[in-house]
């Protein structure tokens, strides 16, 4: 934190969707906010916003897939406010398709983007947050990695990682005064839908149908939870009510939940249609 109070926040895939969010939160809060993303109109336009209220932001390009530019973020935050409190690790895109049709390219891009991309966060900020003594790590993942529905392998295994990922440094980063917080999304209305990669021309349309028959949490609700549980430094956060009550089921009754998941499965393999 610098002497005001204000913490020093870097979000990643921050000019759209949950990392805006979560943007705008901090900024209302009166926290320090550095936005990142490849898309930059987008982060031009976000940049406006946070400014109005008044914080000290700025806007950096920055492609997850790349180390250099996730240091550069880390530096440019580091060099701005003397330090960073809080990294939130939020990029990702979306893909799908059944497991045979999906290319190693595919998992590739996925797996580079939502997984490789926070690790590269967590690898570049941990250094300087076990230098200050504290920090937090926001590890954006989803329930599709806890509960790994058929017909999206690729991106259940890249969140599903993240998990991993997030309960491996909670414990190991505690003793340096570093909290981590993995949150667990199920579906809620962003512009995800664009990023879509699948061998299947069913899939982004599944998606989008999902995503509006989910307009129980905005992405404000969610950012506004997140923002919570790093106050209370809290570990995991699953937002919807109806994906925390799937989770518990399948921690209960895991042939059951299996058992539920082959209707899912026989859709995929009725639905599914080559993409031309
Ligand atoms: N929307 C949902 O239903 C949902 C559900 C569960 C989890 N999530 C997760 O939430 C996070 C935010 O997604 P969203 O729903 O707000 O989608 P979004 O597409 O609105 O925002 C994602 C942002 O990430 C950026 N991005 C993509 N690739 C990047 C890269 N290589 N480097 C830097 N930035 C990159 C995009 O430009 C975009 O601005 C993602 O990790 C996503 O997997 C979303």
Redesign the pocket.
């Known amino acids: 934190m610098d002497r005001s109070g204000s913490k020093r926040v870097l979000i990643?895939?921050?000019?759209?969707?949950?990392?805006?969010?979560l943007a705008l939160k901090y900024a209302r809060q009166g926290h320090h906010v550095a936005i990142?993303?490849?898309?930059d109109e987008?982060?031009a336009e976000t940049l406006v916003q946070l400014k109005l209220s008044g914080v000290d932001a700025f806007y950096q390009r920055?492609?997850?897939?790349k180390m250099e530019?996730v240091e550069q973020a880390v530096a440019a935050t580091k060099k701005r406010w003397g330090g960073i409190d809080i990294l939130i690790n939020?990029?990702?895109?979306?893909a799908g398709g059944p497991f045979d049709w999906v290319s190693s390219e595919d998992w590739e891009w996925v797996m580079?983007?939502?997984f490789f991309?926070v690790l590269r966060g967590c690898q570049a900020s941990v250094p300087v947050m076990k230098e200050q003594g504290s920090g937090h790590l926001v590890n954006?993942?989803?329930?599709?990695g806890l509960l790994n529905p058929p017909g999206m392998s690729n991106?259940n295994v890249s969140?599903a990682a993240v998990v991993s990922l997030s309960e491996t440094l909670v414990a190991e980063l505690q003793p340096w005064g570093i909290g981590v917080t993995c949150?667990?999304?199920?579906?809620?209305?962003?512009?995800?839908?664009?990023?879509m990669r699948s061998p299947d021309k069913t899939t982004a349309a599944k998606?989008d149908k999902?995503?509006e028959g989910?307009s129980d949490l905005s992405?404000d609700d969610i950012a506004t939870m997140i923002y919570d549980a790093v106050e209370a430094n809290q570990f995991l956060v699953m937002p919807h009510e109806k994906a925390r009550q799937a989770w518990d089921f399948k921690c209960a009754n895991l042939d059951d939940h299996l058992k539920a998941q082959h209707r899912l499965a026989q859709q995929v393999k009725d639905q599914a249609q080559p993409a031309d």
């Open positions: 990643t895939g921050a000019a759209s969707g949950l990392g805006k969010a990142v993303d490849l898309n987008r982060g920055c492609d997850v897939r530019d939020n990029a990702g895109v979306a580079d983007i939502n991309g954006i993942a989803s329930m599709a991106y969140k949150v667990c999304p199920s579906f809620f209305k962003t512009n995800l839908g664009e990023s998606l999902l995503v989910s992405a």
